[in-house]
């Protein structure tokens, strides 16, 4: 059954660095999707990304944030310069297209950033 | 912006027995999905399910879409039940946005 994926797993990182988080979305699918958790809190959005653009964004994804589809399989969001409260799960999802029947989101198992 | 309210937020069972978690929403919505976040933190997809009844196993949800709440069952819990079960809303066409409830915090004991 096709998923999503995401690398790494988990990041540890030294406050002011930059970092990447990788994702693969299903193959077939055509919006995706950031959303990150604060330990202990619920999921919140941060940018949806279509046709190479982004579509939407949250208060949360200022400056500091951009997301990239650099070739035909992955997604990426960096992070320029990780502050501590950037420390959470980022998930990574895709679906096929808003407003389309059986628009499910697919969840990759996200990757726990750590800002030291 | 819109609310979605997830009741009651945290939850405990003994093993065998069933329960209803509930998520209300303040506006009408194109999509609804209900997860399981397991104790790795990983989301898994249990049902989407805009308006109508799904079943699949154990598990059931319906949503009254007019009324704007959703229903999730679990029958005969399990210990592999725990975890955090979450409750997400899109209330836009345009760009599938999701908006998380707070969750409800279920624990089965054996």
């Known amino acids: 059954e096709p998923e999503v994926t995401q690398t790494p797993s988990h990041q540890v990182t030294q406050m002011g660095q930059e970092v990447i988080l990788r994702c693969v979305p299903i193959?077939?699918?055509?919006?995706f999707y950031w959303y990150r958790q604060i330990l202990g809190q619920k999921v919140e959005f941060l940018v949806s990304?279509?046709?190479?653009?982004?579509?939407?964004k949250s208060e949360i994804f200022d400056d500091q944030f951009s997301v990239e589809r650099p070739d035909g399989s992955n997604f990426t969001l960096k992070i320029r310069s990780t502050k501590l409260e950037d420390s959470a799960m980022y998930f990574c999802?895709?679906?096929?297209?808003?407003?389309?029947?059986?628009?499910?989101?697919?969840f990759g198992p996200g990757t726990r950033l750590t800002v030291l | 912006g819109i609310q979605v309210e997830q009741s009651p937020p945290d939850l405990i069972l003994q093993e065998g027995a069933n329960s209803t978690l509930r998520c209300n929403f303040s506006?009408?919505?194109?999509?609804l999905q209900w997860f399981h976040q397991n104790p790795w933190g990983q989301l898994i997809n249990l049902f989407y399910?805009?308006?109508g009844t799904k079943q699949n196993g154990r598990l059931s949800a319906t949503t009254v879409a007019t009324e704007r709440y959703s229903l999730l069952y679990i029958s005969s819990s399990q210990t592999t039940d725990s975890g955090v079960y979450f409750c997400?809303?899109?209330?836009?066409?345009?760009?599938?946005?999701?908006?998380f409830g707070q969750g409800t915090t279920l624990q089965v004991k054996p």
């Open positions: 999802a895709s679906s096929i297209l808003p407003g389309q029947p059986n628009n499910e989101q697919f």
């Open positions: 193959s077939n699918h055509l919006y």
């Open positions: 990304f279509y046709n190479n653009e982004i579509s939407e």
């Open positions: 506006d009408s919505v194109n999509n």
């Open positions: 399910i805009p308006s």
């Open positions: 997400a809303v899109d209330i836009s066409s345009n760009t599938g946005k999701l908006i």
